[in-house]
Protein backbone atom coordinates (compact mmCIF):
# COMPACT_ATOMS: atom_id res chain seq x y z
CA UNK A 1 0.00 0.00 0.00
CA UNK A 2 0.86 3.71 -0.52
CA UNK A 3 2.54 5.69 2.15
CA UNK A 4 3.38 9.45 2.66
CA UNK A 5 5.73 10.60 5.29
CA UNK A 6 6.00 13.80 6.55
CA UNK A 7 8.73 13.71 9.43
CA UNK A 8 8.67 17.11 10.72
CA UNK A 9 5.21 17.64 12.92
CA UNK A 10 6.46 21.54 13.27
CA UNK A 11 9.07 23.42 11.41
CA UNK A 12 9.46 27.28 12.83
CA UNK A 13 11.87 29.81 10.69
CA UNK A 14 12.62 33.19 10.37
CA UNK A 15 11.10 35.80 7.82
CA UNK A 16 12.96 35.39 5.00
CA UNK A 17 14.51 32.51 5.80
CA UNK A 18 14.46 29.08 3.13
CA UNK A 19 12.12 26.90 3.72
CA UNK A 20 11.97 23.48 3.04
CA UNK A 21 9.59 20.84 3.66
CA UNK A 22 9.73 17.48 3.76
CA UNK A 23 7.91 14.76 2.07
CA UNK A 24 8.97 10.86 1.23
CA UNK A 25 6.35 8.24 -0.12
CA UNK A 26 6.16 4.89 -0.79
CA UNK A 27 4.87 3.57 -3.98
CA UNK A 28 5.54 0.67 -6.61
CA UNK A 29 4.18 2.33 -9.52
CA UNK A 30 4.01 5.89 -10.51
CA UNK A 31 2.27 8.00 -8.54
CA UNK A 32 0.92 11.68 -8.82
CA UNK A 33 1.66 14.10 -6.04
CA UNK A 34 0.49 17.00 -4.46
CA UNK A 35 1.07 19.36 -1.57
CA UNK A 36 -2.00 21.09 0.26
CA UNK A 37 -2.28 23.87 2.24
CA UNK A 38 -4.78 24.48 5.52
CA UNK A 39 -4.48 28.52 6.46
CA UNK A 40 -6.23 28.97 9.87
CA UNK A 41 -9.62 27.98 9.93
CA UNK A 42 -9.88 27.40 6.45
CA UNK A 43 -10.56 24.35 4.25
CA UNK A 44 -8.03 22.88 2.43
CA UNK A 45 -6.19 24.69 -0.84
CA UNK A 46 -4.61 22.36 -3.73
CA UNK A 47 -1.01 24.41 -3.38
CA UNK A 48 1.09 22.12 -5.80
CA UNK A 49 0.65 19.60 -8.39
CA UNK A 50 3.75 17.78 -9.30
CA UNK A 51 2.46 17.14 -12.91
CA UNK A 52 1.55 21.06 -13.93
CA UNK A 53 5.39 21.57 -12.41
CA UNK A 54 4.11 25.11 -11.96
CA UNK A 55 5.44 27.94 -9.01
CA UNK A 56 2.84 28.82 -6.52
CA UNK A 57 2.74 31.61 -3.98
CA UNK A 58 6.70 31.21 -4.51
CA UNK A 59 6.84 27.63 -3.51
CA UNK A 60 8.29 24.72 -5.93
CA UNK A 61 8.11 21.31 -5.48
CA UNK A 62 10.48 18.82 -7.29
CA UNK A 63 9.38 14.40 -7.75
CA UNK A 64 12.79 12.94 -7.21
CA UNK A 65 11.75 9.15 -8.34
CA UNK A 66 14.94 7.83 -7.13
CA UNK A 67 15.00 9.38 -3.75
CA UNK A 68 11.08 8.89 -3.91
CA UNK A 69 10.63 12.65 -2.48
CA UNK A 70 8.65 15.49 -3.24
CA UNK A 71 9.83 18.72 -0.93
CA UNK A 72 8.36 21.28 -0.91
CA UNK A 73 10.49 24.80 -0.85
CA UNK A 74 10.07 28.31 -0.42
CA UNK A 75 14.01 30.37 -1.19
CA UNK A 76 12.38 33.27 1.14
CA UNK A 77 9.82 32.36 3.60
CA UNK A 78 6.66 34.85 4.35
CA UNK A 79 5.09 35.44 7.45
CA UNK A 80 1.41 34.84 5.43
CA UNK A 81 3.15 31.43 4.38
CA UNK A 82 2.38 30.23 8.20
CA UNK A 83 -0.15 27.60 7.69
CA UNK A 84 -0.06 23.59 7.57
CA UNK A 85 0.70 21.60 4.81
CA UNK A 86 -0.23 18.58 3.69
CA UNK A 87 1.82 16.51 1.36
CA UNK A 88 -0.75 13.59 -0.59
CA UNK A 89 -0.05 10.69 -3.27
CA UNK A 90 -2.63 9.36 -5.21
CA UNK A 91 -1.94 5.95 -7.45
CA UNK A 92 -1.50 6.77 -10.90
CA UNK A 93 -3.46 8.71 -13.81
CA UNK A 94 -6.62 7.23 -13.37
CA UNK A 95 -8.98 9.85 -13.45
CA UNK A 96 -11.30 11.43 -9.86
CA UNK A 97 -12.01 7.97 -8.40
CA UNK A 98 -8.50 7.04 -6.84
CA UNK A 99 -8.35 8.12 -3.06
CA UNK A 100 -5.87 10.46 -2.12
CA UNK A 101 -3.47 9.33 1.04
CA UNK A 102 -2.22 12.34 2.85
CA UNK A 103 0.96 12.67 5.29
CA UNK A 104 0.88 13.72 8.66
CA UNK A 105 1.13 17.23 8.01
CA UNK A 106 4.14 19.99 8.86
CA UNK A 107 3.04 23.30 10.50
CA UNK A 108 5.25 25.74 9.17
CA UNK A 109 5.79 28.92 11.53
CA UNK A 110 7.08 32.05 9.77
CA UNK A 111 8.52 33.83 13.06
CA UNK A 112 9.30 37.88 12.74
CA UNK B 1 -12.50 26.32 -11.43
CA UNK B 2 -13.76 23.09 -9.21
CA UNK B 3 -16.11 24.37 -6.54
CA UNK B 4 -17.26 22.00 -3.59
CA UNK B 5 -19.88 23.01 -0.97
CA UNK B 6 -20.64 21.25 2.10
CA UNK B 7 -23.51 22.09 4.29
CA UNK B 8 -23.97 22.70 7.20
CA UNK B 9 -20.61 24.60 8.35
CA UNK B 10 -21.39 23.09 11.79
CA UNK B 11 -24.04 21.63 13.94
CA UNK B 12 -24.62 20.65 17.96
CA UNK B 13 -26.70 17.85 18.10
CA UNK B 14 -27.82 15.27 20.78
CA UNK B 15 -26.64 11.95 21.73
CA UNK B 16 -28.96 9.63 19.90
CA UNK B 17 -30.02 11.98 17.05
CA UNK B 18 -29.29 11.51 13.56
CA UNK B 19 -26.71 14.37 11.52
CA UNK B 20 -26.92 14.65 7.91
CA UNK B 21 -24.41 16.52 6.07
CA UNK B 22 -24.06 17.75 2.27
CA UNK B 23 -21.35 17.21 -0.33
CA UNK B 24 -22.07 18.97 -3.91
CA UNK B 25 -19.94 19.85 -6.64
CA UNK B 26 -21.17 22.94 -7.66
CA UNK B 27 -19.76 23.23 -11.36
CA UNK B 28 -19.01 20.08 -12.57
CA UNK B 29 -20.15 16.16 -12.12
CA UNK B 30 -18.52 13.99 -9.22
CA UNK B 31 -19.14 9.97 -9.77
CA UNK B 32 -16.88 9.73 -6.81
CA UNK B 33 -16.75 11.68 -3.62
CA UNK B 34 -14.68 11.14 -0.63
CA UNK B 35 -15.35 11.68 3.24
CA UNK B 36 -12.67 12.41 5.30
CA UNK B 37 -12.50 12.97 9.18
CA UNK B 38 -9.84 15.30 10.64
CA UNK B 39 -9.27 15.39 14.37
CA UNK B 40 -7.59 18.56 15.97
CA UNK B 41 -4.33 18.84 15.02
CA UNK B 42 -4.49 15.87 12.95
CA UNK B 43 -4.35 15.07 9.17
CA UNK B 44 -7.42 14.08 7.09
CA UNK B 45 -8.43 10.19 7.76
CA UNK B 46 -10.03 8.86 5.07
CA UNK B 47 -13.56 7.22 6.40
CA UNK B 48 -15.23 6.61 2.92
CA UNK B 49 -15.70 7.03 -0.64
CA UNK B 50 -19.29 7.59 -2.04
CA UNK B 51 -20.04 6.38 -5.62
CA UNK B 52 -23.00 7.64 -7.47
CA UNK B 53 -25.52 5.13 -8.32
CA UNK B 54 -23.75 2.34 -5.82
CA UNK B 55 -22.72 1.67 -2.19
CA UNK B 56 -20.28 3.07 -0.96
CA UNK B 57 -16.60 1.53 -0.16
CA UNK B 58 -15.80 1.88 3.49
CA UNK B 59 -12.01 2.06 5.19
CA UNK B 60 -11.15 -0.54 7.50
CA UNK B 61 -12.42 0.24 10.88
CA UNK B 62 -15.06 2.63 9.62
CA UNK B 63 -18.98 1.17 10.56
CA UNK B 64 -21.08 1.79 7.64
CA UNK B 65 -24.16 1.25 10.01
CA UNK B 66 -22.73 4.08 11.68
CA UNK B 67 -22.15 6.68 9.24
CA UNK B 68 -24.21 6.13 6.15
CA UNK B 69 -23.25 7.40 3.11
CA UNK B 70 -25.50 8.31 -0.38
CA UNK B 71 -24.80 9.30 -3.78
CA UNK B 72 -28.09 9.43 -5.31
CA UNK B 73 -27.00 12.45 -8.01
CA UNK B 74 -23.38 13.18 -10.03
CA UNK B 75 -23.77 16.35 -7.59
CA UNK B 76 -24.55 15.48 -4.21
CA UNK B 77 -23.26 13.03 -1.89
CA UNK B 78 -24.83 12.99 2.08
CA UNK B 79 -22.92 11.50 4.98
CA UNK B 80 -25.67 10.67 7.83
CA UNK B 81 -23.92 10.40 11.17
CA UNK B 82 -26.68 8.09 12.95
CA UNK B 83 -27.58 7.64 16.98
CA UNK B 84 -24.98 10.06 17.22
CA UNK B 85 -22.22 9.87 20.06
CA UNK B 86 -19.50 12.34 22.07
CA UNK B 87 -17.03 10.22 20.22
CA UNK B 88 -18.26 11.07 17.04
CA UNK B 89 -17.65 14.56 17.63
CA UNK B 90 -15.19 15.52 14.66
CA UNK B 91 -14.85 17.32 11.99
CA UNK B 92 -15.91 16.10 8.62
CA UNK B 93 -14.67 17.45 5.50
CA UNK B 94 -15.74 15.86 1.85
CA UNK B 95 -13.76 16.31 -1.42
CA UNK B 96 -13.91 15.70 -5.31
CA UNK B 97 -12.01 15.30 -7.98
CA UNK B 98 -13.37 17.48 -11.57
CA UNK B 99 -10.99 15.50 -13.95
CA UNK B 100 -7.45 14.52 -14.26
CA UNK B 101 -6.76 18.12 -15.08
CA UNK B 102 -7.28 19.95 -11.63
CA UNK B 103 -6.43 18.12 -8.08
CA UNK B 104 -8.66 17.74 -5.55
CA UNK B 105 -11.10 20.09 -4.34
CA UNK B 106 -12.25 20.24 -0.88
CA UNK B 107 -15.38 21.38 1.21
CA UNK B 108 -15.08 23.93 3.80
CA UNK B 109 -15.96 21.12 6.40
CA UNK B 110 -18.47 20.54 9.25
CA UNK B 111 -17.54 20.76 12.74
CA UNK B 112 -20.06 18.27 14.65
CA UNK B 113 -20.51 18.34 18.03
CA UNK B 114 -22.63 16.17 19.90
CA UNK B 115 -23.85 16.92 23.32
Known amino acids: AQRVTQPEKLLSVFKGAPVELKCNYS??????LFWYVQYSRQRLQLLLR??SRESIKGFTADLNKGETSFHLKKPFAQEEDSAMYYC??????????????FGTGTQLKVEL | GAVVSQHPSWVICKSGTSVKIECRSL??????MFWYRQFPKQSLMLMAT?????????EQGVEKDKFLINHASLTLSTLTVTSAHPEDSSFYIC???????????FGSGTRLTVV
Open chain 2, 95 to 105: SARQDLNYGYT
Open chain 1, 27 to 32: YSGSPE
Open chain 1, 50 to 51: HI
Open chain 1, 88 to 101: ALVKGKTGGGNKLT
Open chain 2, 27 to 32: DFQATT
Open chain 2, 50 to 58: SNEGSKATY
